[in-house]
């Protein structure tokens, strides 16, 4: 790929619009994103969602592509780097002890910064 290719692929993933419906559940974190396209690619990169929702793993998948020009391993690449993110996020706050209050359905709010491309 060129390096113009790429680069009109990130415009395009910054440029990405909203997403709607309700945010994916991402254990004890109440995410905040600053990306609508890094949301949707957390959700494409969801371990089991191609084999169990195959039709939404599909509508989703032609969406992402459509939007952003990328292919299905870029945008499963950028997903689980913001899955990455997250983890480390997690564990750095629980590691503070600022998970440790949480109760029930509690979750911690936490905004997630833009996730530069994996492409």
Same mark, same amino acid.
């Given at each position: 790929m060129s390096t113009l290719t790429q680069v009109e692929k990130r415009r395009r993933a910054t440029a990405f619009p909203p997403a709607s419906g309700a945010a994916p559940a991402c254990g004890p974190l109440d995410?905040?994103?600053?990306?609508?396209?890094?949301?949707?690619?957390?959700?494409?990169?969801?371990?089991? #969602?191609?084999?169990?929702?195959?039709?939404?793993?599909?509508? !989703? +998948? %032609?969406? #992402?592509?459509?939007g952003s020009g990328c292919t299905?391993?870029? !945008? +499963? %690449?950028?997903?689980?780097?913001?899955r990455a993110y997250l983890f480390f996020a997690e564990d750095r706050l629980s590691k503070q002890g600022a998970l440790d209050?949480?109760?029930?359905?509690?979750?911690?709010?936490?905004?997630?910064?833009?996730?530069?491309?994996?492409?």
């Open positions: 995410v905040q994103w600053s990306s609508p396209f890094d949301r949707l690619c957390f959700m494409l990169s969801r371990p089991d #969602l191609a084999t169990r929702n195959s039709r939404g793993y599909a509508k !989703l +998948l %032609a969406e #992402l592509t459509a299905e391993e870029e !945008l +499963l %690449a950028h997903g689980n780097k913001v209050g949480l109760t029930g359905r509690q979750k911690y709010p936490y905004q997630l910064p833009e996730v530069s491309p994996a492409f």
